[in-house]
T-cell receptor, first 114, second 114 residues
Framework: AQSVTQLDSHVSVSEGTPVLLRCNYS??????LFWYVQHPNKGLQLLLK??????LVKGINGFEAEFKKSETSFHLTKPSAHMSDAAEYFC????????????FGTGTRLTVIP | DTGVSQNPRHKITKRGQNVTFRCDPI?????LYWYRQTLGQGPEFLTY????????KSRLLSDRFSAERPKGSFSTLEIQRTEQGDSAMYLC????????????FGQGTRLTVV
């Protein structure tokens, strides 16, 4: 069975400060893990994905995430928040890789304060 | 725009009416997926097609739901005898076949059943 827990439903940061969005997963297999971002009135966009290669994954817009098997975590970070980062972020797990097996977390809403 | 296109963007219907949504995937993608996203939740898988074949259906897809992809291009999702619990965002995504590939999502159709 697969599941994802996003530990914070809402995170608020000041512009220029670091971002940390937390995600823990559960999977019976070696999982693939993704972070998607959803801006208002826009489709879900893939930020980055982990597929059993390097444990530190770099994505678009300066985001990165580190896969930690011992902690079953895949936290998303960014050194310096920008106003345009304000959005809903979803952590996603898949144990079979295909998009028919994507299990989404409940999302974390990121607010960036000017 | 060569992304995934969904129509209509918004639909308000009375309980008991039938509704149909359309999804046009990225042209070279032979996999097409439908997801549903209710308020405060992450998207949940409904069904997917490879070309014109419907290969998997979630238990969330009740008998009132039917999806088609007649020529392996666009897809329709029909909900018969709508209920208030059907109110949600219906998301379509497409991807290439095989492996851990990125799913490209459309902007969704927001259904409100009154």
């Amino acid at each position: 069975a697969q599941s994802v827990t996003q530990l914070d439903s809402h995170v608020s940061v000041s512009e220029g400060t670091p971002v940390l969005l937390r995600c823990n997963y559960s999977s019976s297999y070696s999982p693939s893990l993704f972070w998607y971002v959803q801006h208002p009135n826009k489709g879900l966009q893939l930020l980055l994905k982990y597929t059993s290669a390097a444990t530190l994954v770099k994505g678009i817009n300066g985001f990165e995430a580190e896969f930690k098997k011992s902690e079953t975590s895949f936290h998303l970070t960014k050194p310096s928040a920008h106003m345009s980062d304000a959005a809903e972020y979803f952590c996603v797990v898949s144990d079979q890789g295909g998009a028919n097996n994507l299990f989404f977390g409940t999302g974390t809403r990121l607010t960036v304060i000017p | 725009d060569t992304g995934v296109s969904q129509n209509p963007r918004h639909k308000i219907t009375k309980r008991g009416q039938n509704v149909t949504f359309r999804c046009d995937p990225i042209s070279e993608h032979n996999r097409l997926y439908w997801y549903r996203q209710t308020l405060g939740q992450g998207p949940e898988f409904l069904t997917y097609f490879q070309n014109e074949a419907q290969l998997e259906k979630s238990r969330l897809l009740s008998d009132r739901f039917s999806a088609e992809r007649p020529k392996g291009s666009f897809s329709t999702l029909e909900i018969q005898r709508t209920e208030q619990g059907d109110s949600a965002m219906y998301l379509c995504a497409s991807s290439e076949t095989g492996g851990i590939t990125e799913a490209f999502f459309g902007q969704g159709t927001r259904l409100t059943v009154v």
